[in-house]
């Protein structure tokens, strides 16, 4: 019987929402309390858990109560700890970069949130390390791993739109402003100063999607806002909101075959929700159209396509959402999160690349810096390629 191996991850910001909700209890702890999971080979390999952050009561309490035996609030000093084989990052996106860069120096494999970077040049010099450390480095798409967009990925394979045209999104949900009732999100989402930007934020997101269910993005036209000028801390003081709380965006995409299609999405923290998900994705193509949302997907096929007649003077009779069919999962599909987490230290172990690195976060930050530039100068920005080559990684300005 071969012999478990045991990788020892460093997680730093497992104090926050998305650290601990979906990485630490939904991911980590479930792959450590199954006893790891099986590779290609039949051997196994499982995880040991340091849990890092700044607020020594909060980190020594959530080891307690989830039975890890290692925390501190030294981050250096668990990424110098020669022990430690990966170290993975869910801090403020202000301080993740530096993060990055010394646990990749150090010799670490890298997992982590995003966006990696502040700015298309850091995110490019963090693709940059970890090239020549040759480390294995992963970026969180758990987007691509949700039950909903598996089944809209499915009907991309098998052909079902036919030549697809285009694809329409809508994000968000209300985020109360603090002052009456406590606020859904972190105050520092919305201080430009702190790293915050609904663009910067979820532009890292949208460029993977597309990227992952159409086609790399060729284009950028985008209006960010800041519809709530005033809100209030975890504190309850009033502040400045500094950064913009929603982001409208078009976006010219290419498919494989070359065809061109146009995207919209709309993401708010200022919108009330009229649809059955948080965020949902409408492809529309000649054979047929899907919705998809966080778990549910269904389609209409064109043989099954009504014929609605436009007639403002009577009222509607049909029940158009009732003329769609579910798409069945024919598949259980795990926790997003756990499931991308288990794809990379199976990458790890084995030595090779993942296939969601940093280079696919930089195209990320690369598409919300666009972005934030095409509002501020009202026009559409074509994105650039960035290149790797043998000689190292081409500069942000050269890609430019």
């Not at 290692?70 to 996106?93: H, K, N, R």
């Not at 084995?350 to 296939?355: L, M, N, V, Y």
């Not at 530039?373 to 300005?397: K, M, Y």
Request: net charge negative; aromatic share 8%.
């Amino acid at each position: 019987m071969s012999e478990t191996r045991v990788l020892r991850i460093a997680m730093n910001g497992v104090t926050g929402r998305m650290g601990y909700r979906q990485h630490l209890l939904r991911s980590i702890l479930p792959i450590r309390d199954q006893g790891g999971i099986t590779l290609p080979d039949g051997s196994r390999v499982t995880v040991d858990p340091i849990l890092v952050g700044r607020n020594e009561a909060k980190v020594a309490e959530l080891a307690r109560q989830h039975g890890v035996e290692q925390w501190t609030t030294d981050l250096d000093a668990v990424i110098e700890d020669p022990t430690v084989d990966i170290v993975f990052d869910a801090s403020m996106t202000s301080l993740r970069a530096e993060t990055l860069k010394k646990a990749m120096r150090a010799g670490k494999h890298v997992y982590t949130e995003k966006p990696t970077a502040e700015t298309l040049d850091e995110a490019v010099e963090l693709a940059q390390i970890g090239q020549e450390r040759g480390v294995t480095a992963g970026v969180v798409h758990d987007k691509l791993y949700l039950p909903g967009l598996v089944k809209l990925r499915r009907l991309v394979d098998e052909g079902f739109f036919g030549r697809i045209l285009s694809l329409r999104g809508e994000f968000g949900y209300w985020v109360f402003e603090g002052e009456h009732q406590e606020a859904q999100r972190p105050s520092w989402n919305y201080r430009r100063e702190d790293g915050g930007s609904m663009t910067t934020d979820m532009y890292c997101h949208w460029n993977y999607v597309l990227e992952g269910i159409v086609g790399p993005v060729k284009s950028v036209t985008s209006k960010a806002v800041t519809h709530i000028p005033a809100r209030w801390d975890e504190q309850g003081h009033e502040y400045p909101a500094t950064a913009d709380d929603a982001a409208y965006g078009v976006f010219e995409l290419e498919t494989p075959e070359g065809d061109p299609v146009v995207a919209q999405i709309n993401s708010s923290w200022a919108v009330r929700v009229y649809r059955d998900e948080l965020v949902e994705f409408q492809v529309d193509g000649t054979h047929g159209s899907a919705v998809a949302g966080l778990n549910k997907c269904v389609a209409q096929q064109r043989a099954h396509t009504p014929k609605p007649v436009w007639n403002p003077d009577l009222p509607v009779t049909e029940s158009f959402r009732d003329q769609w069919l579910e798409v069945p999962a024919n598949a259980e599909l795990d926790n997003g999160f756990k499931l991308q987490w288990e794809e990379f230290l199976a990458d790890v172990v084995a030595g090779r690349e993942h296939r969601f690195g940093l280079l696919s976060a930089a195209r990320g930050v690369q598409l919300a810096e666009l972005g934030l530039q095409s509002s501020a100068q009202r026009r559409t920005i074509d994105i650039p390629e960035i290149v790797l080559s043998p000689a190292g990684l081409q500069t942000a300005e050269a890609a430019r």
